[in-house]
């Protein structure tokens, strides 16, 4: 699995009926199933690394791998034993960023705005290409990421091994088909993009709570 706490804990979230950007987990009353979670996770994981995920699939050390769509995406198209599977909850989104620096003391070149308008053209987006090389923000639902609801609180899914088990084949039956049109450069639903997330700045009291977290599942090794 990726090491980056946001996705992990971010992934314990998604399961617990929670956005990505949640402020406070513990005024959510989910700090004690985000951490069961967590614990869970930690017997299934083999390692987390940004570098050596794919490797260890390749070499069938590992059977299942959290990763970023690029490296996943090469993958599938260089192996057919290599599929594609996005949360029906959806997913954590990230953008490339152009920026100023705040130390910069100089007025900003009049080409930046230009450039950006440029880029940013309906007719330079590239839709064959789907989530390969990046997708341009035009082509990804207009809702923006929000903060987690204020009220919002903690959902547990009790599964039942019959459920599980229809779930699985369901998506199995599926799985070619939508592995083989992500690979081929079509994007993920509208509904999944809408469920998925951009990652927004944690609030000071999140930041806590995620080295809390990531210190107890440390701990538990």
Do not use: H
């Not at 992934?11 to 406070?24: F, H, I």
């Not at 070499?59 to 260089?78: D, H, T």
């Not at 594609?84 to 930046?112: E, F």
């Amino acid at each position: 699995m990726v090491d980056s706490p946001r996705e992990v804990v971010g992934a314990a979230l998604k399961a617990s009926g929670l956005s990505y950007n949640t402020p406070d987990i513990s005024a959510a009353g989910c700090m004690p199933e985000v951490s069961d979670r967590l614990q869970a996770l930690m017997q299934q994981v083999k390692f987390f690394s940004n570098t050596d995920m794919l490797k260890a699939l390749m070499a069938g050390e590992v059977f299942v791998v959290v990763g970023w769509s690029p490296e996943l995406l090469s993958a599938a198209m260089k192996s057919t034993n290599v599929g594609i599977v996005m949360p029906a909850s959806g997913t954590s989104l990230w953008a490339d960023m152009w920026t100023v620096p705040a130390s910069y003391t100089k007025s900003p070149s009049p080409l930046a705005s230009q450039w950006i308008d440029f880029t940013l053209r309906e007719r330079r987006m590239q839709k064959s290409r789907g989530l390969r090389g990046g997708a341009s923000p035009l082509m990804l639902p207009s809702t923006p990421s929000k903060l987690q609801a204020a009220d919002a609180t903690c959902q547990v899914k009790k599964a039942s091994v019959e459920s599980d088990y229809l779930d699985y084949n369901t998506a199995m039956s599926r799985r070619k088909e939508r592995d083989r049109d992500l690979v081929n450069g079509l994007l993920p639903s509208t509904e999944l993009l809408a469920a998925s997330e951009f990652l927004l700045p944690l609030s000071n009291t999140a930041t806590a709570q995620y080295r809390q977290l990531i210190a107890t599942m440390g701990s538990r090794k």
